[in-house]
């Protein structure tokens, strides 16, 4: 079981914010080999959505109100430590941030860029594709939408 805590950029402490990057390096970057700009100047504007377990980060998102990523609310950077995947950490990362939305920006609408082999993931979640899938950083994506 994780513990989730929704945070502004500014509440992040620095160790959280370190923990966070680490685990997105390990996972976008070294595991999926993929070189893209990973700190991308949107974080200031986010909410950060934390799994912790046992004090440490685990499960992440970041979310965003309508504007200022997609005109819709959005969910980015969805990660999950490859030895806690077995625990299915991404559902409850996804349910969370999905109520931080509703909560924090009182919206229901959810967009997201998805990695295609996700596809079926995003499916249970209630996502639905839109349009046809594109490289995003050399990696096939399509966009998602959750009405």
């Known amino acids: 079981m994780i513990n989730i805590e929704v945070k502004t950029f500014e509440a992040l402490t620095k160790q959280e914010l370190y923990s966070l990057l680490q685990l997105r390096s390990e996972?976008?970057?070294?595991?999926?080999?993929?070189v893209?700009?990973?700190?991308?100047?949107?974080?200031q504007k986010a909410l950060h959505v934390l799994g912790?377990?046992?004090?440490?980060?685990?499960?992440?998102?970041?979310?965003?109100?309508p504007g200022d990523y997609f005109e819709e609310s959005s969910i980015g950077r969805v990660v999950v430590a490859k030895n806690e995947r077995q625990h299915k950490y991404g559902y409850d990362i996804m349910h969370a941030s999905a109520e931080a939305i509703q909560t924090h920006f009182s919206q229901t609408v959810i967009k997201i860029s998805a990695q295609v082999y996700l596809k079926?993931?995003?499916?249970?979640?209630?996502?639905?594709?839109?349009?046809?899938?594109?490289?995003?950083d050399g990696i096939p994506h399509i966009a998602m939408i959750k009405q």
């Open 52 to 65: 912790i377990k046992n004090d440490k980060i685990v499960a992440y998102t970041r979310i965003f109100k």
């Open 27 to 34: 996972v976008f970057g070294v595991e999926q080999d993929c």
């Open 120 to 136: 079926k993931f995003y499916n249970n979640l209630g996502f639905s594709e839109i349009g046809a899938s594109y490289l995003e």
């Open 36 to 43: 893209y700009q990973d700190i991308d100047g949107k974080d």
